[in-house]
């Protein structure tokens, strides 16, 4: 099950008052930036670097936080890509701005200078860097992106398509609902196990008395989405996680399931600067 650790003792991470960075991406000048909710211009609840203006936070707001983590990150926020997620597993690859807003849960940028981005609260958002090909990719990963297998799908069209070796792929797990708080039922359960067999092992029964009649089972995304990575032949040493739970974390994290509908929306971030 995930370790969960404090995020400034992560030795691999880099923590600023804004977003988080693995070490990792300065080596090879690489954006990699998973934003914490301090920092930005929203108020209560949304307080204060919300990306979402889907919950009640007005436009104007949440595109002043796209400037101040622009700022930060020292690129253009009109070079941030993101879309409507729609917990599927659509993955779009582009190598320009797209000119019509996208419907898909990861981002494939083949181009320097663009920035895949994705929202989350309690997902797993995962991001992808090749320094050799110079690919990034942005996935939003939650229960139903598992079930599709969608982190799958997006390294074997990197390896296949893009020709990425996958000794050569960097991952970043990011802020995600550790299985603490992730208490999930047989609606989650079944199609997961169906899809994947394997994930009963990172799925434990809650610490009650009735636990066997009641059918539920804390799962771990981030140790399920890890696991997917080093079957695919990513090496541990390639993958770098945050291992902060989302809702544990109130100060620096967005959960939908701590805060409901009127939650915010974290950001993660990734590309190459253009030389
Ligand atoms: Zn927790």
Same mark, same amino acid.
């Given at each position: 099950?995930?370790?969960? /650790?404090?995020?400034?003792?992560?030795?691999?991470?880099?923590?600023?008052?804004?977003?988080?960075?693995?070490? /990792?991406?300065?080596?090879?000048? +690489?954006?990699?930036?998973?934003? =914490?909710?301090?920092?930005?211009?929203?108020?209560?609840?949304?307080?204060?670097?919300?990306?979402?203006?889907?919950?009640?936070?007005?436009?104007?707001? !949440?595109?002043?936080?796209? %400037?101040?983590?622009?700022?930060?990150?020292?690129?253009?926020?009109?070079?941030?890509?993101?879309?409507? %997620?729609?917990?599927?597993?659509?993955? /779009?690859?582009?190598?320009?701005?797209?000119?019509?807003?996208?419907?898909?849960?990861?981002?494939?940028?083949?181009?320097?200078?663009?920035?895949?981005?994705?929202?989350?609260?309690?997902?797993?958002?995962?991001?992808?860097?090749?320094?050799? !090909?110079?690919?990034?990719?942005? /996935?939003?990963?939650?229960?139903?992106? +598992?079930? @599709?297998?969608?982190?799958?799908?997006? #390294? @074997?069209?990197?390896?296949?398509?893009? %020709?990425?070796?996958?000794?050569?792929?960097?991952?970043?797990?990011?802020?995600?609902?550790?299985?603490?708080?992730?208490? !999930?039922? %047989?609606?989650?359960?079944?199609?997961?196990?169906?899809?994947?067999?394997?994930?009963?092992?990172?799925?434990?029964?809650?610490?009650?008395?009735?636990?066997?009649?009641?059918?539920?089972?804390?799962?771990?995304?981030?140790? #399920?989405?890890?696991?997917?990575?080093?079957?695919?032949? #990513?090496?541990?040493?390639?993958?770098?996680?945050?291992?902060?739970?989302?809702?544990?974390?109130?100060?620096?994290?967005?959960?939908?399931?701590?805060?409901?509908?009127?939650?915010?929306?974290? =950001?993660?971030?990734?590309?190459?600067?253009?030389?």
């Amino acid at each position: 099950m995930m370790k969960k /650790v404090n995020l400034y003792e992560n030795s691999e991470f880099i923590v600023t008052k804004t977003a988080y960075m693995p070490k /990792v991406a300065e080596l090879y000048d +690489a954006v990699m930036a998973f934003s =914490l909710r301090t920092g930005g211009c929203s108020s209560a609840p949304y307080e204060s670097l919300n990306f979402s203006s889907m919950n009640g936070d007005t436009e104007t707001n !949440v595109s002043k936080n796209f %400037q101040i983590l622009s700022d930060y990150l020292g690129i253009e926020s009109s070079r941030i890509i993101t879309c409507d %997620q729609e917990h599927g597993d659509n993955v /779009v690859i582009l190598d320009h701005p797209p000119e019509t807003s996208l419907k898909a849960d990861a981002i494939i940028a083949t181009n320097s200078g663009l920035y895949p981005a994705i929202k989350t609260a309690d997902c797993l958002p995962i991001l992808i860097i090749d320094p050799t !090909v110079k690919i990034a990719a942005a /996935v939003h990963a939650g229960w139903r992106g +598992a079930v @599709l297998r969608i982190l799958r799908k997006v #390294i @074997l069209i990197l390896s296949e398509d893009y %020709q990425c070796e996958k000794d050569n792929l960097i991952v970043a797990l990011g802020p995600a609902i550790g299985s603490c708080c992730y208490e !999930v039922d %047989q609606i989650v359960l079944e199609p997961l196990f169906s899809a994947i067999p394997w994930a009963m092992k990172f799925t434990k029964p809650p610490d009650t008395a009735f636990k066997h009649s009641s059918g539920k089972r804390h799962l771990d995304l981030v140790a #399920i989405n890890h696991h997917e990575l080093v079957r695919l032949g #990513i090496p541990s040493r390639n993958i770098h996680s945050a291992q902060i739970c989302t809702s544990c974390s109130k100060d620096m994290h967005y959960s939908f399931r701590r805060d409901g509908k009127s939650s915010g929306r974290g =950001l993660a971030i990734t590309g190459f600067k253009p030389n």
